[in-house]
Structure formats: structure tokens, C-alpha cells
């Protein structure tokens, strides 16, 4: 299995899975919001021109993804 390059960005606690090849950079045609109320945070999948899976951007990524997955994230706000 490919690995899945993540970024996070602890200053607003959101982090973005890429679900892509690493040097294709597709367009987000359509996003799809999931509902905030049942999963108590927000979470977003986007979506290519031709239907695909290309992302999910996790918005209190704190508490929805495991510690170990953050810590290996791309940061992309100043590392304390």
C-alpha cells in the first residue's frame, strides 16, 4: 500500500488525508460536507470532476484522528 501523505495545522487543528497520487495535483470539483452534529466536529470530502475520492480535509483533527497520524503530519503551521 502507497503511503498517504497528511497535512496538519495545529494553530486552527484542521488536518487535510490526500487520497491522490503525491506528484498529481486534481482540482476539487465538488465537496461534501459531513453533518458537524454527529460527529461533533467537521469533516469534508472532496471530490474530482469525475466522481473520485481525492481528499478529506478533518477540522478538529485533534479529536478525530489517532495521535500518531498528527505527529507524522506535514505541519504546516510553526512546530512548537
Not at 7 to 33: C, E, F, G, I, M
Not at 49 to 78: C, F, N, T, W
Amino acid at each position: 500500500m502507497a503511503d498517504i501523505r497528511v497535512t496538519y495545522d495545529k494553530t486552527v487543528n484542521a488536518a487535510y488525508v490526500y487520497l491522490t497520487d503525491p506528484q498529481v495535483q486534481p482540482r476539487s470539483a465538488r465537496t461534501y460536507p459531513c453533518d458537524p452534529v454527529d460527529i461533533d466536529g467537521m469533516i469534508n470530502l472532496d471530490f474530482d470532476e469525475q466522481g473520485h475520492l481525492i481528499g478529506i480535509e478533518v477540522l478538529a483533527a485533534s479529536s478525530k484522528l489517532p495521535e500518531y497520524m498528527l505527529k507524522s503530519a506535514e505541519r504546516l503551521d510553526a512546530v512548537e
